[in-house]
T-cell receptor, first 116, second 113 residues
Framework: NAGVTQTPKFRILKIGQSMTLQCTQD?????MYWYRQDPGMGLKLIYY???????DKGEVPNGYNVSRSTTEDFPLRLELAAPSQTSVYFC???????????????FGPGTRLTVL | AQSVTQLGSHVSVSEGALVLLRCNYS??????LFWYVQYPNQGLQLLLK??????LVKGINGFEAEFKKSETSFHLTKPSAHMSDAAEYFC???????????FGKGTRLHILP
């Protein structure tokens, strides 16, 4: 049971390039999330999904896209990378909704992205 | 609107001393409250949470937190700090089912030998 895995661990992009951050969970969780973490700013929700085929915007979705074709995978796409997207990106999953009594989010190890 | 405020972006304590990390929330209804811990170069993991019932919540690694409705606080404590407690700690709030979790900005805990 690997939990939540993310690839790559590190990446440097040039302005205008595109890339996909991969996220996979093997816990059969319906709920999946993408956060970005900037120093001193905590975690900001980018996108989330409540199940295969269903995604919704979080607090900071601009410049990103997601898809959820399977329960296990939730890739995050950056189409035109900008320096403002330099951050650490975390994928998470949970069995229940965020506000549920028994909710616990399981996080991946993160992807450190630098846009130059 | 829901929000959570963590007082102090950095806290330093000596090994063996009391750890106190402060968290205040704003909510129109009693929320669910969480503390997550992030060790260097790792993702976040749940330390403890308050949902209903007992207001003093015990978590992993000897940490506990007390929900005080009158003070809208959920401070995290540990009686005796250990070097392995050095990490960043995030308080988070979730008001109702199906809502998203809002994270605080985090407090980095430094343990002095």
């Amino acid at each position: 049971n690997a939990g939540v895995t993310q690839t790559p661990k590190f990446r440097i992009l040039k302005i205008g390039q595109s890339m996909t951050l991969q996220c996979t969970q093997d816990m059969n969780h319906n709920y999946m999330y993408w956060y970005r973490q900037d120093p001193g700013m905590g975690l900001k929700l980018i996108y989330y999904s409540v199940g295969a085929g269903i995604t919704d915007k979080g607090e900071v979705p601009n410049g990103y896209n997601v898809s959820r074709s399977t329960t296990e995978d939730f890739p995050l796409r950056l189409e035109l990378a900008a320096p403002s997207q330099t951050s650490v990106y975390f994928c998470a999953s949970s069995f229940t909704p965020p506000g549920h009594l028994y909710n616990e989010q399981f996080f991946g190890p993160g992807t450190r992205l630098t846009v130059l | 609107a829901q929000s959570v405020t963590q007082l102090g972006s950095h806290v330093s304590v000596s090994e063996g001393a009391l750890v106190l990390l402060r968290c205040n929330y704003s909510s129109s209804v009693p929320p669910y409250l969480f503390w997550y811990v992030q060790y260097p170069n790792q993702g976040l993991q749940l330390l403890l949470k308050y949902t209903t019932g007992a207001t003093l919540v015990k978590g992993i690694n000897g940490f506990e937190a007390e929900f005080k409705k009158s003070e809208t606080s959920f401070h995290l404590t540990k009686p005796s700090a250990h070097m392995s407690d050095a990490a960043e700690y995030f308080c988070a709030v979730s008001p109702n089912r199906d809502d998203k979790i809002i994270f605080g900005k985090g407090t980095r805990l430094h343990i002095l030998p």
